[in-house]
T-cell receptor
Framework: ETGVTQTPRHLVMGMTNKKSLKCEQH?????MYWYKQSAKKPLELMFV???????ENNSVPSRFSPECPNSSHLFLHLHTLQPEDSALYLC??????????????FGEGSRLTVL | AQTVTQSQPEMSVQEAETVTLSCTYD???????LFWYKQPPSRQMILVIR??????QNATENRFSVNFQKAAKSFSLKISDSQLGDAAMYFC???????????????FGTGTRLKVLA
């Protein structure tokens, strides 16, 4: 198993659909992240979970709903999305703490297309 | 607020040559880390090299090295003996050394697409 696994790799959905993105990390890390990657824009941090508790929500619309049931799994529930939400969604994990440098380990991403 | 700027959207380098990717950042913090990440086409982003702000010595990882100019807030990446496998998007990133709400803020640049010509 690779360190951080994301499924599905590709997703096409209509604006009225409900779908979920899944992320699993096998690294024993204590923090997990959702990022949105759009062309020619910096990575946009969406949500951060530290020790399974959401510690950051970067003004993300409520049509995106994260869930972290345990330290290894992270979901992003999608509902009533807009075409401008089409992007690559990256999951990452890190081991946070003062003695750690906090390198991010990324999954391969889920390419989302909203029709 | 911290910012990271990569002013080169795209760069090209001939195979076996050397290329330098630029990155500048802005921060008022004294404790932080700087990273270069590589994202090959359709593959996951991986760490290339890391620099701790308190270290004066420039980090080196095989063919990859950085030129860290703390006063100028500059953090460039040099790739020596470029290989076809180096073709990718390269992202410069800043990570605060101070935790906020139990986590550390990461700021990414917009990326530089590197093409390696055979």
């Amino acid at each position: 198993e690779t360190g951080v696994t994301q499924t599905p790799r590709h997703l096409v959905m209509g604006m009225t659909n409900k779908k979920s993105l899944k992320c699993e990390q096998h690294l024993g890390h204590n923090a997990m992240y959702w990022y949105k990657q759009s062309a020619k824009k910096p990575l946009e941090l969406m949500f951060v979970y530290s020790l399974e508790e959401r510690v950051e929500n970067n003004s993300v619309p409520s049509r995106f709903s994260p869930e972290c049931p345990n330290s290894s799994h992270l979901f992003l529930h999608l509902h009533t999305l807009q075409p401008e939400d089409s992007a690559l969604y990256l999951c990452a994990s890190s081991q946070d703490g003062q003695i750690y440098t906090g390198e991010l380990f990324f999954g391969e991403g889920s390419r989302l297309t909203v029709l | 607020a911290q910012t990271v700027t990569q002013s080169q959207p795209e760069m090209s380098v001939q195979e076996a040559e050397t290329v330098t990717l630029s990155c500048t950042y802005d921060t008022s913090e004294s404790d932080y880390y700087l990273f270069w990440y590589k994202q090959p086409p359709s593959r996951q982003m991986i760490l290339v090299i890391r620099q701790e702000a308190y270290k004066q010595q420039n980090a080196t990882e095989n063919r990859f090295s950085v030129n860290f100019q703390k006063a100028a807030k500059s953090f460039s990446l040099k790739i020596s003996d470029s290989q076809l496998g180096d073709a990718a998007m390269y992202f410069c990133a800043y990570r605060s050394g101070f935790a906020t709400s139990g986590t550390y803020k990461y700021i990414f640049g917009t990326g530089t697409r590197l093409k390696v010509l055979a």
